[in-house]
């Protein structure tokens, strides 16, 4: 059973409008969250995080909001560029490790 | 500064075939991990070694072996390949902190027939 969840596969934006990339989790223990972004044949970059004691995060066009009442955080990027466009994987910290969702495929529009 | 790198890049095996996918990082870093990736399943972690000297399986660590070399290596081995070990391969790499931001090496594709 996933712990993090992505349930949007895909999604596309028209260039310089927002993207809102969601993620759920199940386990209350998660303490920090994290973004990576991926583009084809390379390894994952991380982007943005979160510690389960705030509820924003911004860096630049990135901006994370945590909910931890609903389990459930979202990555907006004000404006989309198609530069953008990539895998994006949300990521939880429970102890030691990180666990991954399946991620979501964000094309951006020229 | 390379950064984290793992060779080889792209690797056929047939069934029961043995490999090694070699993974190193010059960052000083403490922890490394090794991870699959398949579709919609995202990234599962296999092994993890949190310091030099110590390894400890992840979510999916059945068919596979790993040696910590040295601070820098972190090598994962396929003793007898399956079809279901077909996948990207991910070497990563952290300070060990509060924030576990990995770095990530560029991945082996390897298909196991």
Known sequence: ?110 | NAGVTQTPKFQVLKTGQSMTLQCAQDMNHNSMYWYRQDPGMGLRLIYYSASEGTTDKGEVPNGYNVSRLNKREFSLRLESAAPSQTSVYFCASNVAGDTYEQYFGPGTRLTVT
């Open chain 1, 1 to 110: 059973d996933q712990q993090v969840k992505q349930n949007s596969p895909s999604l596309s934006v028209q260039e310089g409008r927002i993207s809102i990339l969601n993620c759920d989790y199940t386990n209350s223990m998660f303490d920090y969250f994290l973004w990576y972004k991926k583009y084809p044949a390379e390894g994952p970059t991380f982007l943005i995080s979160i510690s389960s004691i705030k509820d924003k995060n911004e860096d630049g066009r990135f901006t994370v909001f945590l909910n931890k009442s609903a389990k459930h955080l979202s990555l907006h990027i004000v404006p989309s560029q198609p530069g953008d466009s990539a895998v994006y994987f949300c990521a939880a910290r429970p102890y030691d490790k990180v666990i991954f969702g399946p991620g979501t495929s964000l094309s951006v529009i020229p």
